[in-house]
């Protein structure tokens, strides 16, 4: 993705208010980020353990996602659990269920939409080999790098998708 800044990152916040977009901590070293290997600036909040965002272009626009990491979730580290956005294989707590509140009047009546991920958003390194996981066997795959990336963003895609549904109910369209 293309480099942003701090301003860019705060006004891009769609599920949670503008204070909170405000004062939420961004990641410590962001003109340090390697940004041609990112898919979606994805981090967790260094002074809340239970708090995630996701930032990604979509149709052109910058949209945040605030997240939460759903209590008593972790899993067990015996067990391995795979990424629902970047299929990557982790051992046990290597892969977290976040929350995500939804916008508009589905949100504000409590509506939450979540998914498994790496828990530490780092999907992007991870597709492209640049970060390991704690587990040592990995899943023979068959997709090239390109591959795994296209599948990344289409997952991504269909988290916000829900995330974005403004209606209130089922969610059936
Ligand atoms: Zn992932």
């Known amino acids: 993705m293309n480099p942003i800044g701090e301003n860019e990152i705060r006004e891009s916040f769609v599920n949670c208010s503008k204070g909170e977009a ?6 410590r070293d962001l003109s340090e980020l390697h ?14 353990p239970d708090r995630g965002y996701v930032v990604v272009e979509r149709n052109g626009e910058l949209v945040g996602i605030t997240l939460r990491l759903a209590q008593g979730t972790r899993r067990s ?51 492209r080999g640049k970060k390991q996981t704690g587990y040592g066997m990995r899943f023979e795959e068959t997709l090239t790098v390109e ?7 289409v997952n991504l895609e ?9 209606n209130v109910g089922s969610g059936a369209r």
């Open 77 to 127: 580290f015996t067990k391995s659990a795979i990424c629902s956005v970047c299929v990557t294989p982790h051992a046990g707590n290597g892969v977290t269920l976040f929350t995500a509140s939804r916008v508009g009047a589905a949100g504000r009546q409590g509506n939450t939409v979540g998914t498994y991920m790496c828990a530490d958003l780092a999907c992007s390194l991870y597709v």
């Open 158 to 166: 269909g988290f916000l998708d829900k995330v974005l549904e403004d």
């Open 35 to 48: 940004w041609e290997d990112l898919d979606f600036l994805g981090w967790c909040d260094p002074g809340a």
């Open 147 to 153: 591959e795994r990336i296209a599948r990344t963003a």
């Open 22 to 27: 405000r004062r939420l901590n961004l990641p």
